[in-house]
């Protein structure tokens, strides 16, 4: 994991820079596939697997707290970029961003970051704990990825995920065009989204402290609730009030890729390898990420809003939450 961080860090710093340089729709699509998979390599599947080593106890929190950085980093760095832009022009504010990507990034993953805590002569939080309340479940043999695939949980937690991170994406991606579709400034539009980010960098911290506090089945019964008030909030944002509800609950309810996955598959499917497992759920959360935007650009060529792709994402997410607590329904 170790090297596989430091080599993402080398190409995810060249392939970002390499943006500055596009001149072609090819290459701008090229390039963005190898800055998605880097990052992924980089941050989404080392994160929970680090995280999942130094954390017995308190998991929700620590990831919560590990991924709250893509919000800060949102709402701070696209401003800059936006002056930036503004000053020097997007090809050197590409080169900008990639430096410093390189000067922060580099030394975490080259120096500071540990895979496991007894490199460094440590033990996971709550190891102690948990190892004597569970001692034979730590010492039995992981049952091969293939025997999930034979599991109705599993099946129904793809399903819920897909359509959940479909319907965050309708949060992430669609918020600021939505808003102006109906008659707000693209500044107005533009300082919501940052306030939106600011929710989403706490919130990731606050959707981790629920999955610590409650069982998976009240958890993502909350995050399903929450996603649908933030995407309430775009349904009715044309009053202010409502927009409220938007900056809130649709930046708390978009944590939950990064943050229920890697819990989820400690929790539900502790049975099975860690990384195997965390892997094959992030591809599937990926897969609703990747579908989202089409989903949602194909019903606003159709109808020229997007308040209906986010009321067929409410409807969507209540489906998926009744499939899902049925199925789960033996789970404490």
């Given at each position: ?100 990507m390189l000067v922060v990034v580099l030394p975490c993953t080259f120096f500071v970051i540990r895979v496991h805590p007894k490199d460094v002569g440590l033990s996971s939080l ?27 949980e599993f099946w129904a937690f793809c399903l819920c995920s897909v359509i959940l991170n479909i319907s965050v994406n309708s949060l992430l991606y669609s918020g600021s065009p ?155």
């Amino acid at each position: 994991i170790k090297r596989l961080m430091m080599s993402a860090t080398i190409v995810l710093f060249a392939s970002y820079f390499s943006y500055s340089l596009v001149s072609s729709l090819f290459m701008l699509y090229l390039i963005t596939i190898i800055v998605s998979i880097s990052i992924t390599l980089l941050c989404i599947l080392p994160l929970g697997i680090i995280i999942h080593n130094w954390f017995n106890e308190k998991s929700g929190l620590a990831i919560g707290v590990a991924f709250m950085g893509s919000g800060i980093g949102g709402m701070i760095l696209n401003s800059l970029a936006g002056q930036w832009i503004a000053l020097y022009g997007w090809r050197i504010a590409y080169q900008i961003l990639a430096v410093i990507m390189l000067v922060v990034v580099l030394p975490c993953t080259f120096f500071v970051i540990r895979v496991h805590p007894k490199d460094v002569g440590l033990s996971s939080l709550g190891e102690v704990s948990v190892n004597s309340k569970i001692n034979l479940n730590n010492n039995s043999e992981k049952l091969p990825l293939s025997d999930a695939f034979r599991s109705t949980e599993f099946w129904a937690f793809c399903l819920c995920s897909v359509i959940l991170n479909i319907s965050v994406n309708s949060l992430l991606y669609s918020g600021s065009p939505h808003l102006t579709n109906i008659g707000y400034s693209v500044t107005f539009s533009a300082n919501i989204v940052s306030f939106f980010m600011a929710s989403l960098a706490l919130g990731k911290i606050l959707l981790g402290k629920i999955y610590d506090s409650f069982n998976i089945k009240t958890s993502i019964a909350i995050s399903s609730m929450i996603i649908i008030l933030g995407l309430t909030g775009l349904i009715f944002g044309n009053y202010y009030l409502m927009l409220g509800l938007f900056i809130i609950f649709g930046g708390i309810g978009s944590a939950f890729n990064t943050i229920a996955t890697p819990i989820i598959a400690n929790k539900i499917f502790d049975r099975y390898e860690y990384s195997s497992i965390y892997g094959v759920l992030s591809a599937v959360g990926s897969f609703g990420s990747v579908i989202g935007p089409i989903f949602i650009g194909f019903t606003f060529d159709m109808t020229n809003s997007y308040i209906p792709s986010f009321i067929l994402s409410i409807g969507l997410i209540i489906i998926a939450n009744i499939i899902f607590q049925f199925v789960m329904r033996k789970r404490v």
